[in-house]
């Protein structure tokens, strides 16, 4: 019932590599990397004669790649991973967006900002009318407050 796991020290050294490889093929994010690792560990000690069962392998061929990918992954991708731009939804303060719909003082309705409908709480005194141009002073959420410009 084992013969299929009954694979040679070099076997895992072989195995180790292609998921290394495989790692280099993919699009990042350090998956493949840590099992190949563990591969790898478990061929040298199967070579030294530490890992002589089968079962025991697969064992600590499981044990090796969990911790290294629960301990080495985060700093992995903290180094040498994507960046993604810090982009804060803040940006919107001071940009100008046209009033959809008649926007009581103190009231919600919709404004277009960049080419997209927001919910917005008119933050004036004043309504604001259809077609008037006004002025993004907070974002909340997916909110904007705006006042008349």
Not at 20 to 38: I, K, N
Request: with cysteine; glycine share 10%; net charge neutral.
């Amino acid at each position: 019932m084992t013969e299929w796991l009954n694979i040679p020290w070099w076997g895992w050294i072989v195995f180790g590599i292609l998921l290394a490889l495989l790692e280099l093929a993919s699009p990042g994010g350090f998956f493949f990397l840590f099992f190949g690792v563990g591969a790898v560990l478990v061929g040298a000690l199967a070579w030294v004669g530490l890992l002589a069962e089968p079962w025991v392998q697969v064992t600590f061929f499981s044990i090796f790649s969990v911790v290294a990918s629960l301990v080495f992954r985060k700093p992995l991708l903290a180094r040498f991973g994507p960046r993604t731009p810090d982009i804060p939804v803040d940006s919107l303060l001071g940009e100008t967006a046209t009033v959809m719909d008649d926007i009581q003082a103190s009231a919600f309705g919709k404004v277009e900002l960049r080419g997209s409908s927001w919910s917005a709480k008119n933050n004036g005194d004043q309504v604001l009318a259809r077609g008037q141009r006004c002025k993004v002073e907070r974002v909340d959420g997916l909110s904007l407050w705006v006042r008349a410009e």
